[in-house]
Structure formats: C-alpha cells, structure tokens
C-alpha cells in the first residue's frame, strides 16, 4: 500500500504536473556549457601566458660599456702587480678581440692577429690610426703569449691604456 501505517483514509490524489518546458532545459545546457568553456579559456590562459618581462629579457650593455667595465675588473685584478704576463695579456687581447666582434661583427677572437688585420683592412671599419693601434697592441699580446717576452709593469699599464683607449674612440655616437 502507498499509505502509512497511521493513516487510515487514502491520502487525497493530486494531478500530474505538466513537464517542464524542453526550452528551459536547453537554455540551461547552453549556459552550463558556455561557463564551462569560459572557466576552462581563462584556466589555460592564465598558465600559458607568462609575464612580459620573461618573453623579452632586457637589452644587454653596449659593446663598448661590456669591454670598459672588463678592462676595469682586469685593472683591478693584480695580475700586473703580481707580473703575470701571459694571463695578463690572454685576458687583455680577449677582451679586446670581444669588443671588435661585438662592435664591429668581425670574428676576432677566431682570428690570427694577421688574419685580423687583413680583414679589418679590407673592411674599412677602422681607420688606418685605429688598425695601427691595434696591429701594435695585439703584436705585444702575441709576444707575450707565444714568444714568453717579460714586459715591464708600466708597458703592461700602458697596454691596458691603449685597449681602453681604443675602445673610447671607437665608440658608436
């Protein structure tokens, strides 16, 4: 029986309700898929996307700032009090050679002195004051570095002044 125990006449019938409108229950649906695909755009775009500043990383220094600041560090570092040609000098000559690769787009630190100097030539980047410079500065390097020649600490001082100084006038601007 549909009735309690405790109940002793039929409860009172109702009539059956009319269905709800098929319309409703589409717009509903509608709605729901719409949120759904609204939570989950904004859910992947807010682990897609990144910051601005990681997709572009800062403009790294000028050639000329990078090699001035090097050359300072090198001054800085003893090597000419302590009278350690060779590493003195395969540090000057890199940090030369970097700065005209970065400056100018010529390999040089790939390059043989000569080599460098033919190609410079060639170019016309520098001015023939400037290969001069730069011919008689990378030939003292050379000497130290492969011919084990001693300079004395005011010709390394000076050296170091000649790479700093080439720089400053090849500047941009």
Known sequence: SVLADDQETPAELRDIH??????????????????VAILLAVTI???????????????SPPPHELAIAALIRLKGSGLIEKRA???????????????IERRFGLDAPD????????????????????????????????????ARMEPAEET??????SAQHFVEETRPG
């Open 85 to 99: 040609f060779e590493p003195f000098y395969v540090k000057v000559s890199d940090i030369l050679r970097t700065y």
């Open 18 to 35: 009319q269905p709800k409108s098929p319309m409703l229950w589409l717009l509903l649906a509608i709605a729901a898929i719409v949120l």
């Open 111 to 146: 390059m043989t002195t000569e080599e460098f100097m033919h190609e410079a030539g060639r170019s016309l980047i520098l001015s023939p004051d400037q290969q001069h410079l730069v011919h008689q500065f990378l030939g003292e390097c050379d000497l130290v570095k492969f």
């Open 45 to 59: 775009a807010f682990l897609v996307k990144k910051p601005s500043s990681e997709l572009t990383p800062p403009p």
């Open 156 to 161: 390394m001082h000076r050296g170091l002044e």
